[in-house]
């Protein structure tokens, strides 16, 4: 690889300026572009882009409409900030999982997403929040759902020379129920052998609205449509999480590795949302 020429702007019209006519890279907390860098093989960037010093891309914020994470908020921060504790808790359980500290307190959200890979951890709790993430260029804005957003192994719907500034998501509500879990060979620095997340909207037993996803079993993360249809409009109970929990099961695709069968993985796509749904309504697991 050949050396590259960096800068660090403090906005980010400066990061699109410096980026225009160039084979450049954006960088943020560098956990997964400084460990990639040994396998460049086409020469790599001709310039590094370091986004950390915008502070435009940073903070956490709510309103009546939703939660705006800023692209650089880190692991750390949604394990810390206040709003993410009262509005999306799902995603306070998902930073306790996520390497460890140091790791956490450099990885970004925006990272995560441009990472793409089946084992992005802030994916699937974001996938159940039904968020979108928001893109700048020099050619404008545009807002796309994060469903859309990932297009398979490792590939998004970025273009060269956009960045993501933010991603957000509608307010959970006060009725929401949600539930995580990060299946992995130990509790910390793991990679995930399938993890999933739910977001239920609650009135009374029934369900009005379902977020449902899987990670680690498709080549990226996904949401899991028809389980959050069954579950929609109706009183859950524990053959409707089953019902559920079988069309998460189906659509999962996953591999034989060093970590587990893909026999396993298939199973735990079942097992995972159908206890997740059943302990975040409060119903027992027991058939008797
Ligand atoms: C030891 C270790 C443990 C890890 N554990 C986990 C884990 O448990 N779970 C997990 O999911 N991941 C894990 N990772 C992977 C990594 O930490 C995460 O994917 C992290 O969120 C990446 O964010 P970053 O800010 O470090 O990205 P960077 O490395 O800075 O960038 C990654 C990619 O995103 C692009 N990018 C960054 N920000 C933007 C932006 N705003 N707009 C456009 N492009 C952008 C960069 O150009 C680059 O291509 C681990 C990594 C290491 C080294």
């Not at 709003?83 to 999982?97: D, H």
Request: with cysteine; charged share 25%.
């Amino acid at each position: 690889m050949r050396g590259f020429d960096f800068v660090a702007p403090s906005t980010v019209q400066g990061a699109l300026k410096a980026a225009r006519g160039k084979k450049t890279k954006f960088i943020a907390g560098g956990t997964n572009f400084l460990p990639d860098l040994r396998h460049i093989h086409d020469g790599g960037p001709e310039l590094v882009i370091d986004l950390m010093r915008i502070k435009t891309l940073k903070g956490i914020a709510a309103s009546k409409s939703g939660v705006r994470l800023g692209a650089l908020a880190t692991v750390t921060d949604l394990l810390e900030d206040k709003i993410i504790g009262r509005e999306a808790p799902i995603l306070q359980a998902m930073a306790l999982k996520f390497a460890g500290p140091i790791i956490r307190n450099r990885a970004t959200v925006a990272g995560n997403l441009i990472d793409g890979g089946p084992a992005a951890d802030i994916v699937p709790p974001l996938l159940a929040l039904k968020a979108s993430v928001k893109l700048v260029s020099p050619k404008g804005r545009r807002t796309v759902a994060l469903d859309k957003f990932l297009t398979g192994y490792r590939r998004t719907a970025i273009k060269p020379g956009e960045l993501i500034s933010e991603v957000s998501f509608p307010l959970p509500g006060k009725n929401h129920k949600w539930g995580y879990y990060k299946l992995a060979r130990r509790n910390a620095m793991a990679i995930t052998v399938v993890g999933a997340a739910v977001v239920l909207q609650m009135k009374g037993n029934v369900c009005e609205d379902a977020g449902i996803s899987l990670g680690s079993v498709t080549p990226a993360p996904i949401r899991c449509y028809e389980a959050e249809e069954i579950l929609k409009g109706n009183e859950i109970t524990l053959e409707i999480a089953q019902q559920a929990a079988k069309a998460c099961a189906a659509v999962a695709s996953p591999i034989d590795d060093i970590r587990a069968s893909a026999e396993y993985r298939k199973l735990m796509c079942e097992t995972l949302p159908r206890r997740l749904i059943c302990q975040a309504v409060g119903i027992s697991l027991d058939p008797s």
